[in-house]
């Protein structure tokens, strides 16, 4: 059964990098079918793309993050991670990791994480 | 990328049947196949209920069932259960691998 885990530091002071890993069990990132995205979630808000990562490497972002974010994989660990900069208390939010199906055609995300709460905060 | 546009709220007692809409854009919606729901419990992750405007995942109820007509898809739950009580996200691909949320509907069972 595929698992998704995010981790990294709850709290993040403004203007400073937001990091999170995901890690990813019960399946592989080498896989060529399927893509690894992340989503957040403000409290109390709605769902946010941020952006994904293909088997090719190629990355895709949400055009309104695209200038402060980095989405990468490292197959050695299983693990693809978030880099966001320069972050403010707009970027507060739960983050989750997720792996979708790409395929000839396009499919949502169908397994997720648990998220993790980043709270930016001096 | 605009968030695609669906109702804060809806209602419906038990057995009954709502809808919920989703409004989007000739560049999402509209051009594409690729409407998804997720049903959103309180502290929990997302999950899929409907992919490609009207595909059931595997253990779905097929009390849920999607569609789409123009730029507008819709989410239509029949026999309102308890445990339907959650938000409920409309998701659409917007080409290039972009991906567009709707603002979310919470759906009350009263």
């Known amino acids: 059964q595929l698992q998704l885990q995010e981790s990294g530091p709850g709290l993040v002071k403004p203007s400073e990098t937001l990091s999170l890993t995901c890690t990813v069990s019960?399946?592989?990132?080498?896989?060529?079918?399927?893509?690894w995205g992340w989503i957040r979630q403000p409290p109390g808000k709605g769902l946010e793309w941020i952006g994904s990562?293909?088997?090719?490497?190629?990355?895709y972002y949400n055009p309104s993050l695209k200038s402060r974010l980095t989405i990468s994989v490292d197959t050695s660990k299983n693990q693809f991670s978030l880099k966001l900069t320069s972050v403010t208390a707009a970027d507060t939010a739960v983050y989750y990791c997720?792996?979708?199906?790409?395929?000839?055609?396009?499919?949502?995300?169908?397994?997720w994480g648990q998220g993790t709460l980043v709270t930016v905060f001096s | 990328q605009s968030a695609l546009t669906q109702p804060r709220s809806v209602s419906g007692s038990p057995g009954q049947s709502v809808t919920i809409s989703c409004t989007g854009t000739?560049?999402?919606?509209?051009?594409?196949?690729?409407v998804s729901w997720y049903q959103q419990h309180p502290g929990k992750a997302p999950k899929l209920m409907i992919y490609?405007?009207?595909q059931r995942p595997s253990g779905v109820p097929d009390r849920f069932s999607g569609s789409k007509s123009g730029n507008t898809a819709s989410l239509t739950i029949s026999g309102l259960q308890a445990e339907d009580e959650a938000d409920y996200y409309c998701?659409?691909?917007?080409?290039?691998?972009?991906?567009?949320f709707g603002g979310g509907t919470n759906l009350t069972v009263l």
């Open positions: 998701c659409s691909y917007a080409g290039t691998f972009h991906v567009v």
């Open positions: 997720a792996r979708g199906l790409y395929s000839s055609s396009w499919y949502p995300p169908d397994y």
């Open positions: 490609d405007v009207s």
């Open positions: 990562i293909y088997y090719s490497g190629s990355t």
């Open positions: 019960g399946g592989s990132l080498s896989s060529t079918i399927y893509y």
């Open positions: 000739s560049s999402d919606v509209g051009a594409y196949n690729y």
